[in-house]
């Protein structure tokens, strides 16, 4: 079982639409949660993180935390093709010195 | 401007050879990451390190090689050894090892022919 999974997508909504990313991990102990976008050929930037169970908001972004179902989700509000892009879940353990855990990422498509 | 750089951005190397990516940072960050992506596929971690003169493997250190002589360096020698080089290579900052946010560099990617 992997670590941190995620749908691969393509995931397409229409402009103007929300989008709705999931992720899942297994490590009960994860208290960390990031949400990356990356660009095609470009490397990741950090566009949400949450520590916390419930929603966090920051402008069109919502990303929530369910520490109990070990599921943790990223919506984006009135889509924007620029934002098409691959979004990366990624997680880590609290101590954890290591790294954070990246899921494979799903791709994004917002159609004008 | 504060920033990681790596160098080169577009690398291609014949098999049999070694090639070293560099990574330099002005945040002043602890800890530095080398990770590897290939298409479609997440980030995997090759090696790490909190403090100068001192790394740890990742979940794919084989083949690959670093050193960490100065908080600022942290380069990558990708060697001979590694089966399937052809990818691209990340490196990532934090402000310190437990602290969250991963800033990345703008990547290497590295071919071979």
């Known amino acids: 079982q992997k670590e941190v999974e995620q749908n691969s997508g393509p995931l397409s909504v229409p402009e103007g639409a929300i989008a709705s990313l999931n992720c899942t991990y297994s490590?009960?102990?994860?208290?960390?949660f990031f949400w990356y976008r990356q660009y095609s050929g470009k490397s990741p930037e950090l566009i949400m993180f949450i520590y916390s169970n419930g929603d966090k908001e920051d402008g069109r972004f919502t990303a929530q935390l369910n520490k109990a179902s070990q599921y943790v989700s990223l919506l984006i509000r009135d889509s924007q093709p620029s934002d098409s892009a691959t979004y990366l879940c990624?997680?880590?353990?609290?101590?954890?010195?290591?790294?954070?855990?990246f899921g494979s990422g799903t791709q994004l498509t917002v159609l004008p | 401007d504060g920033g990681i750089t790596q160098s080169p951005k577009y690398l291609f190397r014949k098999e049999g050879q070694n090639v070293t990516l560099s990574c330099e940072q002005n945040l002043n960050h602890d800890a530095m990451y080398w990770y590897r992506q290939d298409p479609g596929q997440g980030l995997r971690l090759i090696y790490y390190s909190q403090i100068v003169n001192d790394f740890q493997k990742g979940d794919i250190a084989e083949g690959y090689s670093v050193s960490r002589e100065k908080k600022e360096s942290f380069p990558l020698t990708v060697t001979s050894a590694q089966k399937n080089p052809t990818a691209f290579y990340l490196c990532?900052?934090?402000?310190?090892?437990?602290?969250?946010?991963?800033?990345f560099g703008e990547g290497s990617r590295l071919t071979v022919l």
């Open positions: 490590d009960r102990g994860s208290q960390s």
């Open positions: 990532a900052t934090k402000l310190g090892p437990n602290t969250g946010e991963l800033f």
């Open positions: 990624a997680v880590t353990v609290s101590g954890s010195a290591r790294q954070l855990t």
